[in-house]
Every structure is written in C-alpha cells, then in structure tokens.
C-alpha cells in the first residue's frame, strides 16, 4: 500500500500563489505516475497536472497551463504543485493521486474522464479569496 499526504493548502487573495506538497510513504516503489485532481464545492472533481515517475513527462489540463508547476523530489518521496495567478476559481480541494500506471496510460485516461487512480490522499483545502 502506498499512502499520499497532502499540505499547503490555505487562504489566498486573488493573484497570490501557493505550492502544494505531496508525501507518498508506504510502497512507493509501486509508484508511478503522479498526479493532481481538484474539486470545487458543488462540481465535480477534475483533472489538474501529472507528472511521470522520473520527473521527466508532465501533463497539464487547460486551466492550469501557463499558471500551475508540477514537480517532483524523488529523494524525498515528494510530488509539488506550484500555483500561481491564483483566480477565485481555482478554490477547490486539492488531491494528490499516485498510479502504479506509467505516463502515457494516465494522459490517455485523464483525457476520457477516467479518474480511477489506485491511491488517493485526503485533499488539502484552496481557498482564493479576498
């Protein structure tokens, strides 16, 4: 088993930005893509970045291109989301996902909707606001 934390998350103005940290612990040698989702209240969850077990492959959703960093220190077991320019928007619950999958099946799957990663942390809390 593999187990994902997730932190950073806290109240922002409008245009402010904010890093996200995962730490995976557990059977991280399972692990392989990783991966970013967001769910505001009422809406469903989405799709926000990945990133490929090296660090190498990233993949973005539109609306975190140009604004949201993924990366990764592998000697630390740690995945990041760098957000800047952060909108009212983007207020959501912040999820870290890991996948025994590589890169190319997880682009594949994020693009049909298909969400169904094989470990989920508990979500930190974004909240832009002024």
């Known amino acids: 088993q593999v187990q994902l934390v997730e932190s950073g998350g806290e109240l922002v103005q409008p245009g402010g930005s904010l890093r996200l940290s995962c730490a995976a612990s557990?059977?991280?040698?399972?692990?392989?893509?990783t991966s970013w989702f967001r769910q505001a209240p009422g809406k469903e969850r989405e799709f926000v970045a990945a990133?490929?077990?090296?660090?190498?492959?990233?993949y973005y959703a539109d609306s975190a291109k140009g604004r949201f960093t993924i990366s990764r220190d592998n000697a630390k077991n740690t995945v990041y989301l760098q957000m800047n320019s952060l909108k009212p928007e983007d207020t959501a619950v912040y999820y870290c996902?890991?996948?025994?999958?590589?890169?190319?099946?997880?682009?594949?799957?994020?693009?049909?909707?298909?969400?169904?990663?094989?470990?989920w942390g508990k979500g930190t809390l974004v909240t832009v606001s002024s």
């Open positions: 557990g059977s991280i040698f399972s692990l392989n893509a």
């Open positions: 990133i490929s077990r090296s660090g190498g492959g990233t």
């Open positions: 996902a890991g996948s025994r999958q590589p890169m190319g099946d997880i682009i594949a799957r994020v693009r049909r909707g298909d969400y169904g990663m094989d470990y």
